[in-house]
């Protein structure tokens, strides 16, 4: 079956059709390493791992970069504040590059837990600074940029449309324009291509304008051109890149050469927690980490992604997060019991899974969809190898790695009780020695949200397990 995605850029769902052959040339932006990467960050990434797999079930290769972000990134898209991995770097008494280091090897890690297969190609910013020089010298001789006394802008002006991608009216903007940290810039939309470093600044480089350093929006013009050539098939980015980011790698390209450089723009709409936004100031921003913490897998993280259609809001709550969890235990003693199943199924009813599944995803990523398959496969009542088979299937574009499904649920077995929890069930065993039935219930849901289930025995002993 044909795969189909929605494409911002036209806004419609399209038939995917690769410019290379049997290539995909996918580009993807990636993590700004100044902090640790947060679960709403995750959730797009999450997405970027079902494409990936999704155009590999269906045959092609993979030509995909992701960037690493670590100069040149403002606190605001558009270009106010500090550099992030400056005020990071100053903040942790590092240099920018320890951060870097750091956070990198952070969401790797974090990416692997995921199970997320990796780009063939991560190319980090602060490696590219002559690619992205080239690039800006380029928009520069075109026409398309000028300077100031603090940077080199982009002139939006001179392109034939701006914004391509977004709603955003730029007479609405300038209207409603607040006062520009540069008066010198033409356009309220006007963004740096390059910008002069002050004084203190420590990630610097030479240019033609003095010591300086690059605006966040040409690392990915500048390495998706240089490893995927000027149009490639698909770019991702969470619906937070739209407006700015990915509106401005657009106008970047067509200054540089004329050409918008994919044909596909695909954006993950927002994870969000407790139906509002996650921020630092709300103490919501929750790392993969920290998810563990509280007895949530990554993989169970993965799993509760799947809840939602990528372009819908999926609104992150513990309950939710501990329902996939238990989700996935099931799904994986599914698979268990199918794997030591002896029934044969017929080839008829295999083919007619797999073509709901294949319709659901190759339908631009219809995970929900595809999932109540899998479901009705993991609660067929006949036990088979033949629906454990079809699952492992599946799993090459839901990676939730179920082929090592009994070493999850064995490590779930040997998982040790953390002191805290040890110390509240010797409380609720002392409550229940008083009677005190009110406080042993109370203690119980105090460790449910910590992630373990207390059940009582028959013989008045109590057992615990992690959720
Ligand atoms: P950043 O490190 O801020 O550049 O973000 C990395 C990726 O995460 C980008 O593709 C963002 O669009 C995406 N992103 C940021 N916040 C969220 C969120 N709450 N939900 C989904 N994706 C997000
Ligand atoms: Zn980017």
């Not at 991995?85 to 320890?98: G, L």
């Not at 692997?112 to 590219?128: V, Y």
């Not at 009216?169 to 470093?197: C, H, L, S, T």
Request: charged fraction near 30%; aromatic fraction near 10%; hydrophobic fraction near 35%.
């Amino acid at each position: 079956m044909q795969i189909k995605l929605y494409n911002t850029l036209t806004k419609k769902k399209e038939d995917f059709v690769p410019l290379n052959g049997n290539e995909v040339r996918i580009y993807s932006c990636g993590p700004t390493v100044y902090s640790y990467a947060h679960i709403g960050n995750f959730r797009t990434y999450v997405f970027v791992d079902n494409l990936r797999r999704l155009l590999k079930y269906n045959g092609y290769k993979l030509r995909h970069v992701m960037n690493i972000t670590d100069v040149g990134h403002l606190e605001s898209d558009a270009d106010e504040g500090e550099d992030k991995m400056e005020k990071a770097a100053k903040k942790e008494n590092k240099s920018p590059y320890e951060i870097a280091k750091f956070y990198a090897e952070a969401f790797f890690k974090d990416m692997d837990r995921l199970n997320i297969e990796r780009p063939e190609i991560i190319a980090k910013a602060t490696e590219h600074i002559p690619d992205m020089l080239e690039f800006a010298k380029e928009i520069v001789k075109n026409g398309y940029a000028y300077e100031t006394s603090t940077a080199i802008y982009f002139d939006v002006s001179k392109l034939d449309k701006y914004p391509v991608l977004s709603n955003r009216n730029v007479d609405d903007q300038i209207a409603g324009a607040r006062v520009d940290v540069d008066p010198e810039k033409k356009n309220p939309y006007d963004f740096a291509i390059w910008i002069k470093a002050p004084e203190n600044h420590i990630m610097k480089w030479d240019s033609p304008w003095g010591l300086s350093y690059p605006g966040w929006h040409l690392e990915c013009s500048a390495m998706s051109r240089k490893y995927l050539g000027e149009v490639f098939d698909i770019h991702t980015g969470g619906v937070d890149h739209i407006p700015t980011h990915h509106e401005n790698e657009i106008a970047q390209s067509k200054g540089a050469f004329g050409k918008i450089p994919a044909k596909t723009w695909m954006h993950v709409e927002f994870l969000q927690v407790n139906g509002g936004k996650m921020s630092k100031s709300l103490g919501n921003v929750y790392t993969i980490s920290q998810l563990q913490e509280k007895g949530i897998e990554p993989l169970a993280f993965k799993m509760f992604c799947y809840t939602a259609h990528y372009r819908n809001k999926l609104n992150f709550t513990f309950d939710g997060a501990l329902s996939s969890q238990k989700a996935l235990n099931r799904l994986r003693e599914s698979y268990l019991k199918h794997e030591s199943g002896t029934r044969n199924i017929d080839q008829s009813i295999i083919d007619e899974y797999k073509g709901q599944f294949v319709d659901a995803i190759n339908d631009d990523l219809n995970i929900p969809l595809a999932m109540s398959t899998v479901w009705e496969v993991a609660r067929n009542d006949c036990k088979s190898k033949d629906f454990a088979n079809l699952l492992l299937e599946f799993d090459k574009v839901l990676g939730l790695d179920l082929i090592n499904s009994g070493k999850y649920i064995e490590e779930q077995l040997k998982i040790e009780i953390p002191d805290e929890i040890q110390e509240l069930i010797e409380k609720r065993k002392k409550a229940r020695e008083d009677k005190n039935w009110n406080l042993s219930d109370e203690i119980r849901d105090e460790i449910k949200e910590k992630g373990f289930i207390v059940k009582d025995t028959k013989d008045g002993g109590m057992t615990v397990e992690k959720m």
